[in-house]
Every structure is written in structure tokens, then in C-alpha cells.
């Protein structure tokens, strides 16, 4: 027994006991507790640091573009792919993510990414400083940037399997929120300390130094922290089966769920606008003579309502288990958002209503995050939990991709723009929103109407646990319930 755990004083004998019977005992289901372990939150706040880390890095140059721009001698553009590289290096890694997570564990994959996240935030400040030349700033901060591009899928893909394998049923949602919503926590602190601390672009390599820092203290906490990639017992019944169907057989099913491709579709739609949004706030608000400080505002705005948002609707799934309806409803509020922003960010002196849209925008559309994770697990049981929540995260970098690059094809130069604020390029943003609005309401009519599942997991945990399954009469979430009782 280990200290710290939560543990009964039968359990080993009950534990082994229960593996060995072919179908569950009602004697034994009396005494079966599943020990949890203190040292879960410590894994947890790695993770959380590390995921906070990685989207700092990610997002560094969006909200000081025009400065970034002015500092390494490129484009506006150029500044852009600095951000997109994660998405497009995500893509062909993300299915060895799944694999390596399913496969390898939990471990490996943290401290892997750990190691290349450092090791990007060093190499973007090891270009800047004064005396390297000009003609190899760019691309040896884009290859940093491309390092800790490496660990983002080691990162963003791990919340579900992290809560599946260290969380007890009833806490594997609110993990799963705590871990995903430490990605938008990043993206908060990038909006606000790239533009106080670059307020010049002669303030570029501190700024860079500021994030490289973190990195190490980082990447010691989990190559020295995170002794396993599980605990010595599992904390549910589920857990004890997770990563049961092989990796390319996992890959069939889902190819074949037609619920689990319905929420591919929608949720990476919804990525990729999110991913719009936090890329290219600063270049849509100037144009209307926002200041770069105002976008920052909007962008922590939309950021912390998401946070809160996403905590409330962690704790109510925990309880409820109505993934299906909270996730139709705030899809839906969200796309009613995003209409609402396409419309108030195009007017002048408006930056109450802007802040307002921002903030509702971010507390409907960020709480889905965490929520969707784990539904991508419950309608595709027993798919590992990398790989089903793995595939949703490639949806989205493929769609954030296709949307910006559209997106920025369908800007015009405006010839004068006497309130812009962006320096010597004025683009016209009016067609890119309204089109990315209507794609966004486009894929949530489809999941709000197409959408239908069981919650597998919680159904075999129940058949595991109780030796019961549901009847044909019933809800899924009625019998989930009683797993809490």
C-alpha cells in the first residue's frame, strides 16, 4: 500500500479476486473500491504547466504582430505562420501521438514533450539577442517555434488519457476540464505579457526570454516528477480496460462510428475557429483603430469566461452526465456568438459590445472543449483514449489551417483607413468573418441535429461493476447515475 491512498483494507484480496471471475460477483461488488492516489494531482499540474507552457509559445507573436513583423525584417504573414506551423507540424504527428500514448504511456510522452518544448523556447531566444545576423533570425525562431510545435500533440492529446488512467468516474470530467483549460490559461497569459512587455520591437528578446524560462523549470518537474505512466491500481473499472482495442483497429472502428465522425467534423469546425480568433484578433480590431492593449483585453475576455464557463460544465457533467444535451446547447450559443462578433467587430467605437460578444463567445465556445473529450471517449468505447480524442485534435489543426489560410485569401487592401492602427497594412476582414460564421452555424446544425449516442464506457462500467445492462426502455444517462450512487 502506498502512502496517500485512498485505500480499503480488503481491496487487494477483493481486487484479485474480481480479475480472476469471468462476470461480476453481487458478494464481491459490496467490498470492490477502487484505490485513487494523492500523487494524481501532482501529474496533473505537470501537465497543466507543461500544456500552459506550450500554448504561451504557440501564441507569442499573434498579439505583437506589427512588432514581431518590425524586429525580424518579415511580413505580417510571415509573423502568421509562426503561429500556423503548430497546426501544420500537428497533423502528420498526431497519429503517432495516439499511438505513442496508447502504446508507450503516459510518462514517455511527457517528458518528451517536455524536453522539446524547452529546447524550442531556447532556440527562439538564442536568435534574437543583438549580434545574430538579420538573415537567420527568422528562421531559426521558426524553427524553435516548429520544436515546440513537436510537443503540442504529446501535450493537448493527454487530458483524457491522464483522467481515464488517475481519476475515479466521478472526477475524470473536472480533470480532464482542469488539464484542457490550462491550454487557454496560456493563451491568456500570451495576450497579456506579449503586448506589456513588447511595446517596442527592441523588447522581442526579452519577451522570448520570458517564456523560455518556465520551459526549464518545467521540463525538470516531469522528468523527474512523473515516475509512471499509471498508478499501481486502477481507479475505475474502465481504467483497467483502457487502450483494450489495438491502435489500426481503433482507427477502423472509429472510421465506421457514424456519431464519433459527426462530432469529428463539428468540434474540429469549432477549433478552427477558435484558433481563428486567437490568431488573428489584433490584425481584424486594428483595422477599426483598436489598439493592440484593447485586442489583448478582448482576447484575456474570451479566454477567462471560457475558463469559468468550462469549470461550471465540468462539475455539472461530473454529476449529470448530460454530455449530449450540454454539448448541443452550448455549440449552438456558441455559433450565435461567433454570428454576433463577425457583425460588432466591422464597427467603429463599439468596445463595450465587442467586449461583450468576446466574453460570451469564449464562456459557451471554450467549455465545450473538455466536455466534447469526453464524449469522443464515451460514443467510441473501448477506442483507446488518445485515439479517439487524438483524431478530434487533428480535425481541428486541419481545419484551423484551411480557415486562416481562406481567410486571409479573402481580405482586401483597403486604400484608406483613417483610424486603423495596424502600421502600413490595412486589410478588409468583412467577408473572411461572415464566411467563417457561416461555416461554424453550418457544421453546429449538423451536430445538433445528427448527433445520437450511447455512453459506452459508462455502460460497461455499470455491466463491470453491477453485472447489469441497460435496458432497451431506458436512458443512457439514468443508468450512468447510478454509478454515482
Request: hydrophobic share 50%; proline share 2%.
Given at each position: 500500500m502506498e502512502a496517500g491512498a485512498e485505500d480499503s483494507p480488503d481491496y487487494q484480496t477483493v481486487y484479485s479476486a474480481v480479475k480472476v471471475l469471468r462476470g461480476p460477483n453481487p458478494e464481491l461488488k459490496k467490498l470492490l473500491h477502487f484505490k485513487v492516489y494523492k500523487?494524481?494531482?501532482?501529474?496533473?499540474?505537470?501537465?497543466?504547466?507543461?500544456?500552459?507552457?506550450?500554448?504561451?509559445?504557440?501564441?507569442?507573436?499573434?498579439?505583437?504582430?506589427?512588432?514581431?513583423?518590425?524586429?525580424?525584417?518579415?511580413?505580417?504573414?510571415?509573423?502568421?505562420?509562426?503561429?500556423?506551423?503548430?497546426?501544420?507540424?500537428?497533423?502528420?504527428?498526431?497519429?503517432?501521438t495516439t499511438w505513442m500514448l496508447d502504446t508507450l504511456g503516459l510518462r514517455i510522452t511527457l517528458i518528451l514533450g517536455a524536453w522539446l518544448n524547452m529546447f524550442g523556447a531556447l532556440l527562439r531566444f538564442c536568435a534574437t539577442p543583438v549580434g545574430v545576423s538579420v538573415t537567420i533570425q527568422y528562421p531559426m525562431v521558426m524553427f524553435g517555434q516548429t520544436l515546440a510545435a513537436l510537443a503540442q500533440p504529446l501535450i493537448i492529446f493527454t487530458p483524457t488519457k491522464l483522467a481515464a488512467l488517475w481519476f475515479p468516474e466521478h472526477q475524470r470530467a473536472t480533470a480532464n476540464t482542469i488539464a484542457s483549460m490550462s491550454n487557454p490559461l496560456g493563451i491568456l497569459l500570451a495576450n497579456i505579457i506579449s503586448p506589456m512587455i513588447a511595446q517596442t520591437s527592441a523588447h522581442i528578446p526579452t519577451l522570448l526570454l520570458c517564456y523560455a524560462v518556465p520551459t526549464c523549470i518545467i521540463c525538470f518537474l516531469a522528468t523527474l516528477g512523473i515516475r509512471s505512466s499509471t498508478p499501481p491500481t486502477p481507479p475505475s473499472a474502465s481504467a483497467e480496460a483502457s487502450s483494450s482495442e489495438p491502435f489500426l483497429e481503433g482507427l477502423k472502428l472509429l472510421m465506421k462510428n457514424k456519431a464519433y465522425l459527426i462530432l469529428l467534423l463539428s468540434f474540429g469546425a469549432g477549433m478552427g475557429v477558435f484558433s481563428c480568433f486567437s490568431?488573428?484578433?489584433?490584425?481584424?480590431?486594428?483595422?477599426?483603430?483598436?489598439?493592440?492593449?484593447f485586442a489583448g483585453i478582448c482576447g484575456a475576455l474570451f479566454i477567462v469566461f471560457g475558463i469559468v464557463g468550462a469549470g461550471v460544465l465540468g462539475l455539472y457533467v461530473d454529476r449529470t452526465k448530460h454530455f449530449i444535451e450540454v454539448t448541443k446547447i452550448n455549440l449552438s450559443l456558441t455559433a450565435l456568438a461567433c454570428i454576433a462578433f463577425s457583425v460588432v467587430s466591422l464597427l467603429r467605437e463599439q468596445k463595450a459590445a465587442i467586449a461583450a460578444v468576446c466574453s460570451l463567445f469564449g464562456f459557451f465556445g471554450y467549455a465545450i472543449y473538455p466536455v466534447a473529450m469526453e464524449l469522443s471517449v464515451e460514443c467510441s468505447y473501448p477506442v483507446g483514449e488518445a485515439t479517439s480524442a487524438g483524431l478530434l485534435f487533428i480535425s481541428g489543426q486541419v481545419q484551423s489551417v484551411l480557415y486562416i489560410v481562406l481567410l486571409q485569401g479573402l481580405t482586401t487592401r483597403l486604400a484608406d483607413s483613417p483610424l486603423s492602427t495596424c502600421g502600413s497594412t490595412v486589410l478588409s476582414w468583412r467577408v473572411p468573418l461572415m464566411v467563417l460564421a457561416s461555416l461554424f452555424s453550418f457544421f453546429t446544425?449538423?451536430?445538433?441535429?445528427?448527433?445520437?449516442?450511447?455512453?459506452?464506457?459508462?455502460?460497461?462500467?455499470?455491466?463491470?461493476?453491477?453485472g447489469t445492462k441497460p435496458s432497451s426502455g431506458s436512458t443512457t444517462t439514468e443508468h450512468s447515475l447510478s454509478i454515482n450512487t
Open positions: 500523487r494524481r494531482w501532482f501529474v496533473l499540474l505537470v501537465l497543466c504547466l507543461l500544456n500552459c507552457s506550450n500554448a504561451t509559445l504557440w501564441l507569442t507573436f499573434a498579439p505583437v504582430a506589427d512588432q514581431s513583423a518590425e524586429y525580424l525584417k518579415v511580413s505580417l504573414q510571415d509573423i502568421n505562420w509562426l503561429s500556423l506551423v503548430a497546426m501544420v507540424v500537428a497533423v502528420p504527428l498526431s497519429l503517432g490568431t488573428l484578433l489584433e490584425q481584424i480590431m486594428c483595422v477599426q483603430g483598436y489598439t493592440n492593449d446544425c449538423i451536430f445538433v441535429l445528427f448527433f445520437h449516442t450511447r455512453y459506452k464506457r459508462l455502460e460497461a462500467e455499470e455491466e463491470a461493476m453491477y
